[in-house]
Structure formats: C-alpha cells, structure tokens
C-alpha cells in the first residue's frame, strides 16, 4: 500500500489545537480510503522546546525532518519569546533549509461563509497568490552596529537574485496556465524600489513569452490592495515576493472571511526535500486553551498536503467534506458562530463519512 510520512509540528499557541484536529481528520480520511497510509510522527519543537534547551528545534532537526514525505505545521510565536528568534528558529528554518521556494496561498469564500467583500458586491474571489519564499526582503542579510547608541544603525537588506526570480516566474506561469482563467498578475513595487523590483519587472517579460498562453497584468503593490478589494473578479493568480505576499495573502485571508480559513503550501517543486503545509495565521494568543481555534483552514493545508503527495481523490473528498461543513454553517466564532474546534473537527469526520 502507498504509505506517505508525515512529520507533524504543532508549535505554540493554538498550533497544537488545530493540528492535532487536522490529523484526526485525516485519520478519518485515510481509514475509509484504504487506498494510502500515513505514517505520522509528531515533533513537540516550539517556544516550550527552546524555554527547555535554548533551541526551537534540536540541532540536527532538519537531518530528522529529511526523512518525511511532507511536514504538517501549526504555528509559531510565544508572548516571552521574541518572534524573530521563533520564526528563524523554526519555520523559516525549515523553509530555508528545504528550499522551500513557491510559497501557495489559495484564497476561495468558501459556501456559507459572508465574507465582507460580499457586502457590497456580487463578486466572487478565487484567487491564488504565489509568494517567493526563499530570498527577497526576508533572505536574513542586514546587520546591527553600534548598539545602544545615538548612532546605531541597522540594515535590512533585500536579495533578488536572477535565478531566484526566474524559478518562482516559472512556477507561477505553470500554475496559472493549469487554471481556467490563465491570468497572471506579477505585483511588484518597480517605481520606488528600482534595482531588485525592475529586475522582478525584466524576468516576467522574459519569462512570459514562454507562456503565450497566459494572459499577464502588472500592479503595483499598494494599488493591487485596492484592486482586490473593489474588483476581486478581476485578479486569478498573483506573483510577489517574500514581503509584498505576505501582507496581500492576510488581506485575501481577511477578504474570504477569517484568518482561520487560510492554507498555505511552503514547496520544494523539484521534491529534493520534504514541502511543508500550514494555516497562515499565527499563535492566536488571545483564544488559545479555549478550544475554538477555526481548524478550517488547518484542514485545507492537509487537503494541498494530499495533493502534494499525489493523492488527488483523497484531497478533493477531504475539500468536499470541509465546503460540506462551511455549508452547513458550523462556524467557530471567527466566522460568527458558537461551535468549537471539537464540533468543526467531528462535523468534517461525519462529512467524510457520506461521502
Ligand atoms: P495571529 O494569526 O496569531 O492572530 C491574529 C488574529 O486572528 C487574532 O485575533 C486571532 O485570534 C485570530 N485568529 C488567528 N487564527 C485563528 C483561528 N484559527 N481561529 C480563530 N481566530 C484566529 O497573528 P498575530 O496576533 O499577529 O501573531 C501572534 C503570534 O503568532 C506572533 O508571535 C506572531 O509572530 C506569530 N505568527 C506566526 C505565524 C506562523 O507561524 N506562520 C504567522 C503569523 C503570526
Ligand atoms: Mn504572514
């Protein structure tokens, strides 16, 4: 039988809450398949981990990780850690390490749910932002001089390199060119930032003419938010780099009705590492221990997961099951509704199960 390995890391926060939820559901899922198996085992790295050892992971946590088919993430961030040391120390440890480039982040207003856009419009959104994950304005390079004085200075360098740019433009014009509408938007923020964001602007035209059948626009950053808010039927995939996608994929997160709804594939695409699958949205320290983290967009990342891992039908039942589940409007409170984590969990289980 096909088995796939699975590395799960909760994290901190509401992390654990929504992953351990998502693997039940993929328990469920797995069992009536029959098809595949998952070998899961679970890693309690995290801000609890690096309070006990002075290290969000241990030192050979990526040689370990290199073993799995697939990493299942929750989230990171704690109130008494600073949130540089538990993002570097663990996730974007693993994005860089693995070279993880294509960051995936799918946004949809899934059925039932009134997203705010809806208020004033009929327009639908079915957008996928495509976000370089590997050098731009979070490639790690500055420096911090002088510290404590009047004269301190700090430096945040971004990094763009031909290479860098060319593989996420190909990425994206594939993923584009596999969509009905074949629309590519590259956002960029060519006229203020002149060096690493003209050569962004060079790149896409270059690497467009391999792509006649994709149709292209550009935006600049700042305008392309007004854009997804006023006209979100006109955008289908978005190209932008690490920071700029970052920003616009909460706003879609926001757009589609919750931070708690949103996935998030972090892809190696020529698979010399594992990918690793997430929700987009954080720690949640304001609900964590309260058992109403929305496990949604936790279960969407194991349905890219799925898909990753080339078990397609599993993953259109799983997202079948889940938009049976938004339908029905089993909402946690992020969504406007009463129903715990626990509820949302087992009404995506039962789901599964007729289907
Ligand atoms: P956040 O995503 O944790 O929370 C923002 C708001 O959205 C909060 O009100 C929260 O309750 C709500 N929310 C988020 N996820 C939800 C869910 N599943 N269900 C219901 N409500 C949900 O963002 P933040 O407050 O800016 O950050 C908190 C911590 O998380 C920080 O330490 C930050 O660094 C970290 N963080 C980590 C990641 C990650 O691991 N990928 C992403 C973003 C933030
Ligand atoms: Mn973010």
Known sequence: MRTHK?????????GPEVIEAGLEVLDALVTQDGGFRLEVERFPWGSGFYRQTGRM???????????????????????????????????LAICQGFDQYANVRPTRILP???????????????????????????????????????????????????????RIMRFAFELARGRPRRLLTLITKSNAQRHGMVLWDEIFEEVARDYPDVGTDRMLVDAATTRMVLKPQSLDVMVATNLHADILSDLAAALSGSLGIAPTANLNPARRFPSMFEPIHGSAF????????NPIGTFWSAAM??????????????????????????????????????????????ALAHR
């Open 57 to 91: 992971m241990p030192e050979d946590g990526l040689d370990t990780l290199k073993r799995f088919d697939a990493i299942y993430f929750g989230a990171v961030g704690a109130q008494d850690v600073p949130d540089h040391v538990t993002l570097w120390g663990l996730r």
């Open 286 to 293: 304001d609900i964590v221990g309260k058992g109403i983290a």
């Open 112 to 166: 039932g749910v009134s997203a705010p856009l809806k208020l004033h419009s009929d327009a639908d959104i079915d957008w996928v932002i495509i976000r370089e994950n590997s050098e731009g304005e979070y490639s790690g390079q500055g420096r911090r001089s002088h510290r404590g004085l009047p004269e301190e200075v700090a430096t945040e360098v971004s990094i763009f390199t031909r290479a860098g740019v060319s």
């Open 6 to 14: 699975i590395a799960a890391i909760g994290g901190d926060g509401i």
């Open 305 to 350: 997961m799925l898909d990753h891992l080339g078990e397609r039908a599993a993953a259109s039942r799983l997202m079948a099951a889940i938009e049976a589940v938004t339908r029905a409007r089993v909402f946690t409170p992020d969504l406007g509704g009463k129903a715990t984590t626990r509820e949302v969990t087992q009404a995506v289980c039962a």
